[in-house]
């Protein structure tokens, strides 16, 4: 079942997104034709249960199509709708269907008002909000945390976007939700930006797999002094380096994704947003250096996968945000060592 | 792009009932050894210390039941190994027969062999030394000119190892030199197992490193004569023969836990009371641990599996010794307390040992550079 879905999602996206349909993506064209396709494949309710109508495969196996879609760079919230579909089947609310989106929902502020709910505030930089159907979040209600599904419809967007033209919309809220829009479901506080930054984390270790193939095939096409780039060891030097930075985000990030749903989850998040963060820097500085200039180009495939890194690194909490946090567990907790605090972290459920 | 896959550990690798026996023998055995002794960490010798493990079973813990070992998957080998490391124990004494020597002589030597050696390396009882590098052949491993002439009933040595760590205490050399002429650069080479204490026309001499220590040896083989049993595996085989040990010798815990002393002693004192720049830097040091770590373990799934992940293997070593080399710095800029040899306080003291064995971390057993050359070849470079 998992490796069918995954060779289905690698042969779908190999054939149908390309440079021109990143680019058009990039000029403000949603893909629908692209999104009819994932829908028809059924990728985006890969992590729902059967029961809802998904197709029940474990967290850390379903989250594998995130990576493949940033080694894609698939310009549509398919992660986001993984995720919100697997949130909202586990609150008990019927599967929405089209395109969903997450957001961090700190902000928001819920009331009761008769029977119902009301939800106030702004969710900043949404992913593709204005693309979405809806955005799902979470919210507490008198200290218990609630899951919402907000029509985008009815918000109030202001359009942004990220470095790779991706929409990064600002979204106004206030509306009262209906029965099926809000449903309690028991979550830590922290948790929609963990699922937010772990997703990102998958993204970017596929798409550091790409920028690295990108890399490696240029330097072996591209001829100077008479020989391909790549003979020379200074880059040698750098796409190895590249090829250690790439290896260990993929593996911070499925560390992350195989400790999904145990108590680990939230330090392997910290570790694994951060370290493919720092990658990120340094395979995207080292790849634009290997390419000179053909890869500072709009025509050149590379940029849509560097600006993507570098947008994702910042989204869902950055490089110091989730490192202040590992370090302020590693100085508090109260095993007596430091490497008593390490192997607890990365015991249980962190192997697949 | 099968460089970078690292398939994860598998499932229930982490011991837990193993990691907690372990630990509880080190709280025993180490009580009261002073973290400037723990900052030696691997490079640390003692022979009692080593018999002591084995005692528990862990020495030689994948070698089959036959030649004395435990028949443990190479996860169980890897929490205890770590386990040590952690805690700083002195354990070069079985750490190079147990992690490389040993598992060569099962998978290549004779019978007669395993049966001699073997269980006593399971035991703790036998030191090895590694016997590759020349004066003119370090990196370059292929200019070994050390050479081994065939005669009536064995072979003739002549020439100069350098840098043998603890060929003054050990027992045995896996000696690499040349058998014969050949036009494939890496042919003609040959394994030899050396019994150090039983032959003569050998000298060690000692080569003092920049801490003051004597870790490292000169060793002369002066015609010494060496019996046919002493060769190692096929004659003419020994290029691949060493290869096949890089993955052992590059991907364990001991490639990133060398400065682990130091760690521990930042973090005590940061315990006391840290900013939030403190906190960060601290998060990305965890970071960056776990996946070694996760790293490492999937390494050694694969070994045991038997595949051969020379190339994850180097691209371990690679990161691990940027990590384990970075401490000093980062501790430095986290506090402002000057390392002094032998110490005023135990901080001070560790990282005066830390700061001064830091630069050999990316030397020994294959520099940056080489590994490097080696990961950019798996790349699929043309
Ligand atoms: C602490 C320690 C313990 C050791 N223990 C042992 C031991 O027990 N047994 C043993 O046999 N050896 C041992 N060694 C030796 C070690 O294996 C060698 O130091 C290592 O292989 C490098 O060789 P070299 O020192 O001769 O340096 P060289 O090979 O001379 O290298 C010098 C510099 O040139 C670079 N360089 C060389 N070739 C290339 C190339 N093709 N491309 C780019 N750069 C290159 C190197 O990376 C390095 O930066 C030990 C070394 C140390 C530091």
New interface residues.
Partial sequence: MESMIFDMAERLLRDHVSHALREDAAAGNCPEALWARIEEAGLHLAMAPEEAGGFGVPAAEALGLVRIAGAHGVPLPLAETLIANALLAQAGLALPGGRLTIAEGEALRLDRRGAGVHASGTLTMVPFARWADRIVTLASLDGASQVLSLPVKGLTLTPAQDLAGMPRDDAAVDLDLGAAEIAPLDMPAGTMRALGALVRSLAMAGALETILDLSVQYANDRVQFGRPIGKFQAIQQYLATMAGETAASRVAAEMAAASHGTPSFALAVAAAKSRTGEAAQTVGALAHQIHGAIGYTQEYALHHFTKRVWSWRDEFGTERDWTRDLGRAALSSPQATFWHFITDSTARGATA | ?T????P???????H?GL?QEVRAFLAEELAGFPPEKRAESWNGFSRDFSRKLAQRGWVGMTFPKEYGGHERSALERYVVS?ELL??GAPVISHWIADRQSGPLILAKGTEEQKRRIVPRIAAGELCFCIGMSEPDSGSDLAATRTVATEVEGGFRVNGTKVWTTYAHVADYMILFCRTGKSDDRHGGMSQFLVDLKGTGNISISPIIDLLGEHHFNQVTFDNTFLPTEALLGQKGEGWSQVMSELAFERSGPERFLSS?AL??EL?RL??EG?T?A??????????????????S??VAGMLNEGKNPSL?AA?VK??GALFEQDVPRLARSLLSRPAVPGGRDSYAAVLAYTELAVPSFSLRGGTR?I???I??R?????
């Fill in positions: 792009m460089v970078t896959a690292f994860p550990p598998p499932p229930g690798s982490d837990d990691r770590e952690a805690a682990f760690i521990e973090i940061l315990r840290a939030e403190q906190e960060a830097e601290i998060g990305r040091l965890s970071a960056h641990l776990m996946v070694l770590r996760q790293m373990r999937s994850q691209i690679d990161l550079e590994l490097r050359g990961i950019a798996g790349l699929g470079l043309r």
